[in-house]
């Protein structure tokens, strides 16, 4: 097993789902995620994989159901994060999330409070309070 760090919101998932795929090419199949950024993988014979992440704020039990039946493979990340895997020789597989306006709205409205708490975690502190915290400028 190996972990690989890796920081993303919904902006990004595009482009995690291609990196996957290409990781499980190469045979490090995924695992699961380890602290929301931490991309767990195991060595494994090397597969054509299509990877699907999915925004769910609660789980139905049809659509999993659906997906189930078409072969797919739930991993959850969190509370409302999912990733769906399927072996696949095309990469057009797409599930129905990617086009539902209230999975889109909910997701924007995640990342923007990702976004707020990344900067008053780590902007603020950094280039605000660097004085009073002594904490030196990159």
């Known amino acids: 097993m190996k972990t690989v760090w890796k920081f993303w919101t919904m902006f990004h998932f595009g482009s995690l789902e291609a990196w996957l ?39 139905m039990d049809d659509y999993m159901t659906e997906l189930i039946h078409k072969n797919w493979v739930m991993t959850k990340i969190n ?22 306006e209230d999975v889109l709205q909910a997701m924007k409205r995640l990342s923007v409070i990702q976004g707020v708490l990344c900067v008053l975690c780590w902007v603020l502190p950094r280039y605000v309070l660097a004085d009073e915290l002594h904490i030196p400028l990159l």
């Open 79 to 100: 509370k409302h994060w999912l990733i769906w895997s399927k072996p696949s020789q095309s990469k057009d597989v797409v599930l129905d999330s990617y086009y539902n």
């Open 21 to 59: 795929s290409e990781m499980a090419s190469q045979g490090w199949i995924f695992q699961g995620v380890r602290l929301r950024y931490g991309f767990m993988f195991k060595k494994m014979k090397p597969s054509n994989i299509v990877y699907r992440f999915d925004y769910r704020g609660y789980l």
